[in-house]
């Protein structure tokens, strides 16, 4: 069978965002759009010419044709050997392990995560490099370099392979094994925590359910919650990835995740419920009568570690993205171990956690995880819970209470503007830059603004500089607002406004979030003039 070279114009716009090349999919379908940049991949990655490459995607609308194609240009390109998920299935945490456990050299993950599928949907794709990571800037750099110039691609002239039968197949000279998409991250999961501890949980009267929202993570909830720790049949819904999601927005959150969320509600709620994301790599976790922010998440994981086998011995420190709360940084103090701040996206962990600086690390945005893997992990975060729940033997609203009682509480929201015309956008966040030295030592109807920068970050690992993280504005009472533009969206731009106090008098532990943040709430408009800018004052989505 012959490998063509095929001439091709490079397009302008696959720059790499937040988590990947994140476009509709009827971008996606355009002649040579999705080739262009996996031939990107291959020119600037030769360690996966003769190596071993992982593909698989969150089953999305086009992951199995994406995955055909991509196969035969890898032929093309000279890689030798490549793992893809059955039915070309792998969530993110799942990809990720694989690459780590087989020492590869990368690989394709096919997602555009949260986003909603099908033909009208969205589409998306990343290079993990060879530690399993989310690839670094210089990395997406280098593809996106390439993209502009790009000129040719290889690809195999052959015909489709069968990836719903486990077993190995060659395209040309390559090899390619179909495997279980579970099997090694089961194994996995079942080396962090107490499986014995959970199974009695769930043996008892204990009563859940996980909510897959028809997306990747299903069929590992399924093998790993109900049939290894025997949860009874029917605690995973929406187990069945489907190519639309069901047409919803596979996204767990208070909105997305509605129904989920009353199920958990009075006093014959489910004493715990959780959720994933599209690709399998966010999640929601919900006792009787409370959500638990993800940024709390973060925080309790960490202050009960030693309950995970995992982490018996202690952790030498955690990381958070700038925008998540501080909630974390109290217990680092307490625990006196290393905290790190880092930007928005995944990959700013990778070297603390490849350097062994950090155990665990989490944003706002439902994402958590540990040094398992190199991404964020939805079920890592689930089964985490349920361990210390199976310690713990307590409900979920006691432990969060204990916590803010122990070590205070950050009221926290997040609020979103999306659809926002780019320009304008741009413009508030290029004035808000422009008057920040000034507004050091303003003061809106409370404590004063003590220190206003725009973020920027030096990797202790490897030195290198990212600027224009966001913009923060710290308040002399320990208070936060941070401005940022979504690096995912594939419509306009998305405004973010994250808003945070800390409350450390018990006698003052509120339940109200939006009530007791109101007066930041309406400083975080006037600050930023978002009536002037993008005439509005009421967010789309508030978390
Ligand atoms: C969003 C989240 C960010 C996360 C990313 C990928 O990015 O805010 O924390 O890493 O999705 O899941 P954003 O749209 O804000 O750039
Ligand atoms: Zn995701």
């Not at 490079?10 to 009827?26: A, W, Y």
């Not at 291959?42 to 010419?49: A, E, G, R, S, Y």
């Not at 090694?184 to 859940?208: K, P």
């Not at 202690?314 to 103090?333: E, F, L």
Request: overall charge negative; hydrophobic content about 35%.
């Amino acid at each position: 069978m012959p490998i063509r070279e095929i001439a091709t114009q490079p397009f302008d716009d696959q720059k790499p965002g937040t988590s990947g090349l994140r476009k509709r999919v009827t971008v996606f379908q355009q002649p040579h759009y999705l080739e262009n940049f996996v031939q990107a991949v291959f020119d600037t990655q030769p360690q996966l010419q003769g190596g071993t490459l992982v593909l698989g995607g969150d089953g999305r609308y086009y992951n199995r044709q994406a995955i055909q194609v991509i196969l035969r240009m890898a032929t093309a390109n000279g890689v030798a050997h490549c793992l893809v998920g059955q039915g070309g299935i792998l969530s993110t945490p799942a990809a990720s392990c694989l690459i780590r456990k087989y020492q590869t050299q990368g690989g394709l993950i096919l997602s555009a995560s949260h986003n909603p599928g099908g033909p009208d949907g969205d589409f998306g794709i990343k290079f993990n490099t060879p530690n399993g990571g989310p690839a670094p800037e210089k990395v997406t750099e280098a593809i996106y370099q390439r993209t502009l110039e790009i000129d040719r691609y290889r690809i195999l002239d052959a015909d489709d392979i069968d990836l719903d039968h486990i077993g190995e197949v060659s395209v040309g000279t390559m090899r390619v094994e179909i495997v279980d998409p579970v099997a090694d991250y089961a194994e996995l999961m079942r080396q962090q925590f107490d499986f014995d501890a959970i199974a009695g949980l769930l043996r008892g009267d204990f009563r859940m359910a996980f909510d897959a929202m028809h997306a990747v993570t299903g069929p590992y909830a399924k093998r790993i919650l109900e049939e290894q720790l025997g949860a009874p049949a029917g605690t995973v819904v929406n187990g069945v990835p489907l190519e639309d999601f069901g047409g919803g927005h596979p996204d767990p959150n208070l909105t997305y995740a509605a129904e989920l969320v009353a199920r958990t509600q009075g006093p014959q709620g489910l004493d715990f419920a959780a959720a994933s994301d599209g690709d399998g790599d966010r999640n929601m976790i919900l006792g009787r009568d409370i959500f638990v922010t993800p940024s709390d998440s973060l925080a309790i994981l960490t202050a009960n570690h030693r309950v995970f086998p995992a982490w018996r011995d202690g952790i030498p420190g955690v990381a958070r993205s700038m925008p998540t709360s501080q909630a974390v940084d109290r217990v680092a103090k307490a625990l006196e171990i290393d905290l790190y701040e880092t930007p928005t996206g995944w990959k700013f962990f990778g070297n603390l956690l490849d350097a062994g600086k950090i155990a665990f690390c989490g944003e706002e945005s439902f994402g958590t995880g540990s040094a398992h893997v190199r991404e964020k992990d939805g079920l890592w975060a689930v089964l985490a819970w349920l361990n210390l729940l199976a310690v713990e033997q307590r409900p979920v609203r006691e432990i969060v209470r204990d916590h803010w009682r122990r070590f205070g509480r950050n009221y926290y929201t997040r609020h979103d503007y999306e659809g926002v015309d780019k320009t304008k956008a741009e413009a508030l966040m290029e004035r808000l830059r422009r008057i920040l030295p000034t507004l050091q030592g303003e003061c809106y109807d409370g404590p004063r603004i003590l220190r206003a920068d725009d973020f920027r970050y030096v990797d202790p690992v490897d030195g290198s500089v990212s600027e224009h993280q966001g913009l923060r504005f710290l308040f002399e009472d320990g208070s936060r607002i941070v401005y940022r533009l979504s690096g995912t969206g594939t419509v306009g731009a998305t405004l973010r406004i994250y808003i945070e106090r800390p409350e450390t008098r018990p006698e003052r532990l509120e339940d109200d979030t939006q009530a007791a943040l109101a007066p930041l709430i309406t400083a975080s408009h006037t600050i930023a003039d978002l009536a002037y800018h993008i005439g509005r004052e009421e967010p789309d989505v508030i978390t």
